[in-house]
Every structure is written in C-alpha cells, then in structure tokens.
C-alpha cells in the first residue's frame, strides 16, 4: 500500500478498527483504491461493509463528529468533509436489479464479491480490506488491476449501458482523464446503448449532474468531442458542428484559470444552455434564466465604460455579476471589442493573487469598511499593470503609500 497517502491510511486504519469492533468486515471500493494505485490525490472515500452499514457509520459520526446523512432505500450514509478535508461515503454490500433502462435500482444486500461484479468499470471494482486481521490485502475479481496496466476501460458486461446510461458520460470521462483507451467489447456496447435509444429514459436532474461533473474535468472539450464522435450528443440535439463551435470556449475557460476557479453547478448549467437551451430541467432553467438575464446588463455596464478603460474601472463595472456570467457573454459574445476587455479582466485582473489581506490593513490601524475594498483593488490593480511587482513586500510598501495619501 506505498501508494496511498499517509492522510488516506490513518483514514483506513481508523474505519477498520470501528469496523472490528462492530464485528463487521470493511473494505476501501471504487474511485479511492483506483485513485491510490494511480498515485493521484483523491478527497473521497468509498466504504463497503458486508451486512448493516448503520452501526458503522453512527460509530464513525460519534468519533469525528461530523454530521451523519443516512439513505436507508440505498443502504448507504454519508459524512462531510473530516479530516483532510476527505469525504465518506459508507454502503452496505449489495447486489443490483434494474427494472428498465435507466431507472433507479432495487438492491439487496450481498458479499463483497456480488457487490464489486456489479460496478461500472473494472478499475472501479477493486477492493481493499480494512480490518486488522487482513489490512491492506488488495481484492480484485474483475482484472481491475491489469486493466489499469493496460490503461484500459472496461464495462462489467454487456448490458451495463443499457441498466445505467450515465455510465456512457462516465466512462469517457474516465478514459480522457486518465488517458485510458475503450476496451474493444466496451466501445461496441457504449455504442449499442447509444443506438437503442436508452438515455432518454434517464431523468434531466441525473444528466444535470453528469453534465456538471463533465465540466469539471482537467479536458471537458476532450471528453465532449468524444462523447460527440460516439453518437451520444444527438438525444441532446447536439450536432457535431456546434461541438466544434465550443472549441474555442472551453479554451478561453482553461486560459482563465479552470480548476483554480473552481466550476460549479451554474457552469455546467450555461454549457447545457449553449449546447441545447430546450433540454433543461427545472434547476437548471432557473439558472440558466439568471444568466441569460444579467448577460446584457453585464455588456451594457462595460459599454459605458468606453473603449480602452483602465482597468481598475472594469473590475469594478464587473464585480456585481457572477463569475459563470462573464465567461457566459466572453464565449458568446460576437464582439471582438468586448470579447477583448473581457478576457483582459480575466487574465489580468483575476489572475493576481495578493499577498496583503483585510488583516494587514487592521493592522494599519484602519477601521473595517469599504475603504478596504478599494485599497485592495487599488494594490491589485498595480500588480496586474506592473506598476508594482507582486510579492508581499512590495503590496505591503505600495499599500502603505496609500493609506499615507
């Protein structure tokens, strides 16, 4: 287990000492031990326990403290974010029936085995003990392992598509993730899926979430162009050619900034929009509406500043609107000239991080107030125009000579 970082262990090795006390049988699953044998980062932690998972889980929330959400239908609970800022979901062993294509499962309780055949992928359904007695020892039924030496994904079996047509997302999310090729029998099943129609039967707020998850990946472009190529655009009314329309958006998101910035649910809901604004849910209309409402007020404020403003003066004409608006009208928008001090807010102004916080004005002896917001800008300004290098010694130097004005 040299893979796993010491934060993830302790993490185990705590779980299966609860999990012994209970005189339960407790195994790491799914994306954490996939994750670890990469020797890739992850936040979170899957758990299965053979038998009743709520013993467990009420044991683990009375020793951490943290709030416990249980989903007694599933046989799963969840904790928030504890230690390392790590999330644990816990599940009882189960087995899975699909009444039709798409719909929610019935599940029943079931071993480890059982519960790891009916996964997605193979390099999801790999297991690690965590009791005392067998901690660390790796369980693997389904070649997980040679997969990912091979850099392969790998459905479970034929019908997998068919039972849970969000797999189609997640297994090409997976492969441009990790740069994973589609196994053979898997691209030919993704794309029976895909023929037979089945996606329609999965609910808009499930594909909203598959959509959002998309988007947050390192090569969203990557993962849509594929998604694109394979035939499963088209039950969104998405055609090729829009595809390679938002080529260059996706560009523009990666230069901003991305995954610093950090996307969240309305990112993914304005990409719904620019790809196919009639297929929304209702969440997702509501915040797409939001968008396409403030868009034109954001266009006007920074008309009004003319053609070449400075650039404090166009942070501050954009900083009532959300940051998913400003990437809304900088992708659409046809104007170069607006299109330009767009992107100049977002790889100039957004991009400086200070070194001088709220904290080193109090020290100052400033009393909090709004003055603290335009001495900040004023700093940030200077740093993203070269009137000052960035680093903490010279924002603190330039912010005194303000405050001395």
Not at 182 to 192: A, D, I, Q, S
Request: some cysteine; aromatic content about 10%; proline content about 4%.
């Amino acid at each position: 287990m040299q893979a796993v970082s010491p934060n993830l262990l302790d993490v185990w090795r705590k779980v299966g000492e609860l999990a012994d006390r209970q005189k339960q049988k407790a195994y790491a699953v799914g994306g954490c031990v996939r994750d670890s044998l990469l020797g890739v980062r992850t936040r979170d932690v899957d758990i299965v326990v053979e038998g009743e998972v709520f013993p467990l889980a009420k044991a683990l929330e009375k020793q951490w403290g943290n709030p416990l959400i249980m989903h007694k239908r599933f046989g799963t609970a969840s904790l928030g974010a504890f230690e390392n800022r790590l999330r644990l979901d816990i599940a009882m062993a189960r087995t899975e029936h699909y009444s039709s294509p798409g719909a929610l499962p019935m599940v029943h309780s079931s071993d480890l085995p059982e519960d790891l055949v009916r996964r997605d992928i193979s390099i999801n359904a790999i297991a690690v003990s965590l009791n005392k007695s067998t901690f660390g020892r790796i369980i693997d039924p389904c070649g997980g392992l040679n997969d990912l030496k091979s850099r392969t994904i790998r459905a479970m079996h034929e019908r997998s598509f068919h039972d849970d047509p969000t797999r189609i997302f997640r297994a090409v999310r997976y492969g441009f993730r990790y740069g994973f090729d589609l196994e053979f029998n898997t691209r030919r099943w993704l794309r029976e899926a895909i023929r037979s129609s089945v996606m329609r039967a999965v609910s808009d707020d499930r594909w909203d979430r598959e959509w959002t998850l998309l988007v947050e990946e390192e090569s969203p472009y990557g993962v849509i162009r594929e998604l694109s190529r394979l035939g499963a655009l088209e039950e969104f009314g998405v055609s090729p050619e829009t595809v390679k329309k938002s080529r260059r958006a996706f560009y523009v998101l990666s230069c901003a900034g991305g995954k610093k910035w950090g996307y969240n649910y309305l990112s993914a809901a304005w990409w719904l929009a620019c790809l196919n604004p009639q297929r929304l849910s209702r969440r997702t209309e509501a915040a797409v509406a939001r968008l396409v409402h403030e868009a034109p007020l954001l266009k006007n404020a920074v008309a009004r500043l003319g053609r070449n403003p400075m650039l404090g003066d166009l942070a501050g004409a954009l900083k009532p609107f959300e940051w998913e608006t400003v990437h809304y009208v900088l992708n659409l928008e046809e104007n170069s000239a607006l299109r330009k001090l767009l992107e100049r807010y977002v790889n100039e102004w957004c991009a400086v991080n200070l070194w001088v916080t709220g904290d080193d004005l109090r020290r100052f002896g400033l009393p909090p107030g709004p003055r603290y917001r335009k001495l900040l800008d004023a700093v940030r300004e200077a740093v993203a125009t070269g009137t000052i290098a960035s680093g903490r010694v010279f924002e603190l130097r330039y912010l005194k000579s303000l405050i001395a004005l």
